[in-house]
């Protein structure tokens, strides 16, 4: 189970940190993801870190914004957001994927979902 947190309302230039907290299963070895999906848009990919934190990448629209991270300790990854902008406005859904050649995109390459937060942008 994939317990998704940390969304909120916010202002143009703030920040928020998202965790999801894995349970019930060893996803240690798994890839963990963030993806989002805005009112009327597809899902779109935002981060993804591999298995162990062996690497990790960023969609291009957050790159020096947005940062992943996972913490084997507390089961347990993180994104933590900054300068956040209107057009950040969705629900965050963590993910978990058990590709581990490459660092997962797709929503179809994650196999566990977490329940979804909302971040809200404001002008």
């Given at each position: 189970?994939?317990?998704?947190?940390?969304?909120?309302?916010?202002?143009?230039?703030?920040?928020?940190?998202?965790?999801?907290?894995?349970?019930?299963?060893?996803?240690?070895s798994?890839?963990?993801?963030w993806?989002?999906?805005?009112?009327?848009?597809?899902?779109?990919?935002?981060a993804?870190?591999?298995?162990?934190?062996?690497?990790?990448?960023?969609?291009?629209?957050?790159?020096?914004?947005?940062?992943?991270?996972?913490?084997?300790?507390?089961?347990?990854?993180?994104?933590?957001?900054?300068?956040?902008?209107?057009?950040?406005?969705a629900?965050?859904?963590?993910?978990?994927?058990?590709?581990?050649?490459?660092?997962?995109?797709?929503?179809?390459?994650?196999?566990y979902?977490?329940?979804g937060?909302?971040?809200?942008v404001?002008?």
């Amino acid at each position: 189970q994939l317990q998704a947190s940390g969304g909120g309302s916010v202002h143009t230039g703030g920040a928020l940190r998202l965790s999801c907290v894995v349970s019930g299963r060893d996803l240690s070895s798994y890839s963990m993801g963030w993806l989002r999906q805005a009112p009327g848009k597809e899902r779109e990919f935002v981060a993804a870190i591999r298995g162990g934190g062996r690497g990790s990448i960023e969609a291009d629209f957050v790159k020096g914004r947005f940062t992943i991270s996972r913490f084997m300790t507390n089961n347990t990854a993180y994104l933590q957001m900054s300068s956040l902008k209107p057009e950040d406005t969705a629900i965050y859904y963590c993910a978990a994927s058990r590709v581990s050649a490459t660092i997962p995109r797709p929503s179809y390459e994650y196999e566990y979902w977490g329940q979804g937060t909302q971040v809200t942008v404001s002008s």
